[in-house]
């Protein structure tokens, strides 16, 4: 490669970044979670022909999950900055980019795990129904168990999506990959850099990737 | 053990009502193994879905030990549930519990006894089902008959009053359904458990059930002891599903019935009458020559019977003689020709 000066680089720097990004995505997957799968379970449960049957509270969850999935995820990020000050102090670094990623994630998961409770055999429901399970037996005894090579899918594309988030944090001083790619390698022009932060990305999601399909394989009875 | 009174249903189905069950009244006691045939589409899935009520009835009332269970509360309807077990044609259990944690599943539900007491329970019903080798496997590493002792098993586990059996045997090779079938007979003998089935197999019922309902359009068309329902169907819904049985309808296709140039007499017997030898008898007594034309002889649960079609040859007087003969020995004559 001509014209390429690696000594520029920082490796410091990068595993710092590295670093950013790695617990950005590990606390808002961890939140995302938290607020998502519930959120999933309930537009399942809502939805027409299920236990909690409710086509009012479905279409008003589903709407706000459609107005949050429309918004582009760097708009969502400008749009939340006073909301997140308030929320975690700050809007910038780590702490800053979270409360951005966990809105813009949570919905998409929560589709995602709609999705995967979809694929639970009705017959099986009702099995456990003609047993006399309630229905909170019902979700935590069959759908959640019967679903876990989906959810854990799931799970997986949400991780790597957050990634991609991160990344895109950076243009409002997000920390991590992202932000070290755009000072150095966009605004700097040390395409060093950007290659460096390019392959390691790649390697994050590929990583994820692996370790999200060998948890489903192991899970899945099918 | 279960009334039915007057049962309607009516689903909307793109807007339009299509009537599924209509004016369904009948009785099950205690003990018998009670079989409903019918077609597909007849209704008789929704009807024994009503029995624990994963169906609502529009109207009627069904009372299941002296309870009416349409005005249960939710908490008592779930208690009922618990006392009626159901085995389904998909066997559907969870995928994600080996065979021994789906057993084990209604009895965490109600959170009964100890994880030991359990577990000792799960044996109990692993062994009664001969599934005892299987125990921590998953349903996916299982055959159909394998699988729906499991959902036997597990129907089983909180010790039921009533099973309620849907299609239970209607994805099952014809070996594993009579395994299946002697396995619902043991428990219902030995558990003194009624049994409710629906079926559009006769041969279903008549391996296993006390009583038939045959249902049609969503009513009830004929009811009975099988052995009369079966052997002297009045209704065309049931003739046509005997006959798919007995081959009673081969003959038609065969000609035989035409190119016969003597009487034709359908004979059915139940019973002892079954092992005796009434058509040498009444040839030798009568002077009357036959030839078989067709023949079942089986059993109806443990009732052996038989259904022959002869041609007799011989004098108008003799062969009037012969059939008050017949019927003395409580044969049934239908004369074809």
Known sequence: ?222 | MIRLENLEKTFIVDGRSVPALRGISLDVPAGEVFGIIGRSGAGKSTLIRMLNLLERPDSGRIVIDGQDVTSLSETALRGMRQQVGMVFQHFNLLSSRTVAENVRLPLELIRSGSRAEQNARVDELLELVGLAAHRDKYPSQLSGGQKQRVGIARALANRPKLLLCDEATSALDPQTTQSILDLIADINKQLKLTVVLITHEMGVIRRIADRVAVIDGGRIVEIGPVAEVFLHPQQSATQSMVAELSHADELEDSGLLDSASGAVWRLTFVGATTHEPILFDTAHRYGLSFSLLQGTVSRLKDLPYGQLVVEWQGETDKLAAAREGLAARNVVVEVLR
């Open chain 1, 1 to 222: 490669m001509m014209g390429l000066d690696w000594s520029i680089l920082d490796w410091g720097e990068i595993g710092l970044a590295s670093w950013d990004t790695l617990r950005m995505m590990g606390w808002s997957l961890l939140f995302t979670v938290v607020f998502g799968l519930p959120l999933g379970v309930l537009l399942f449960l809502t939805s027409r022909r299920q236990l909690l049957q409710n086509n009012w509270l479905n279409r008003a969850l589903s709407f706000i999950a459609n107005v949050l999935r429309s918004l582009p995820f760097l708009i969502l990020l400008v749009v939340m900055i006073p909301l997140t000050a308030w929320l975690v102090g700050t809007s910038l670094g780590v702490e800053g980019a979270i409360p951005p990623l966990v809105v813009g994630a949570t919905p998409f998961f929560a589709r995602l795990v709609e999705n995967a409770l979809r694929e639970v055999d009705r017959g099986v429901i009702e099995a456990v129904q003609s047993l006399g399970a309630t229905r909170w037996q019902i979700v935590w005894k069959v759908l959640l168990p019967e679903a876990r090579p989906g959810l854990l899918a799931a799970l997986t594309v949400t991780a790597i999506t957050l990634v991609s988030y991160t990344a895109m944090s950076g243009v409002i001083g997000g920390g991590g990959l992202g932000d070290l790619a755009i000072r150095y390698g966009y605004q700097r022009f040390q395409t060093e850099v950007m290659i460096v932060t390019v392959v390691i990305l790649i390697v994050l999601v590929q990583l994820l990737q692996m370790l999200g399909d060998w948890l489903v394989a192991r899970v899945s009875k099918k």
